[in-house]
């Protein structure tokens, strides 16, 4: 069994920062891509950042240059920090992780089970 366990959303003021976390454990051999998504309410989920297993990392337009993604790889956790908050990256946010359970098997993709972030004064 895998989990990805996410903390780290909140109420925060516009212009504001938080950090969120997620961390995958259980039976897990390997990782590949980490990522953040995000789905607002009465729209589609969107791809917020994305980090490779070598570091490459890859941003939504609308994020770039205030979020940054980040990975302890030891630790088998995703980070996303993110600065000067808008009341539009308002949406649940959920982590992704690529991860095969043993050699044999391929990747697959699991989710976490979202966590809050509200923008607004």
């Known amino acids: 069994q895998v989990q990805l366990v996410e903390s780290g959303g909140g109420l925060v003021q516009p212009g504001g920062s938080l950090r969120l976390s997620c961390a995958a454990s259980g039976s897990i051999f390997d990782i590949n891509a980490m990522g953040w998504y995000r789905q607002a309410p009465g729209k589609e989920r969107e791809l917020v950042a994305g980090?490779?297993?070598?570091?490459?990392?890859n941003y939504a337009d609308s994020v770039k240059g205030r979020f940054t993604i980040s990975r302890d790889s030891a630790k088998n956790t995703v980070y996303l920090l993110m600065n000067s908050l808008k009341p539009e990256d308002t949406a649940v946010y959920y982590c992704?992780?690529?991860?095969?359970?043993?050699?044999?098997?391929?990747?697959?993709?699991?989710w976490g089970q979202g966590t809050q972030v509200t923008v607004s004064s």
């Open positions: 992704n992780v690529d991860l095969r359970q043993t050699y044999y098997l391929p990747f697959q993709p699991y």
């Open positions: 980090i490779t297993s070598r570091g490459t990392t």
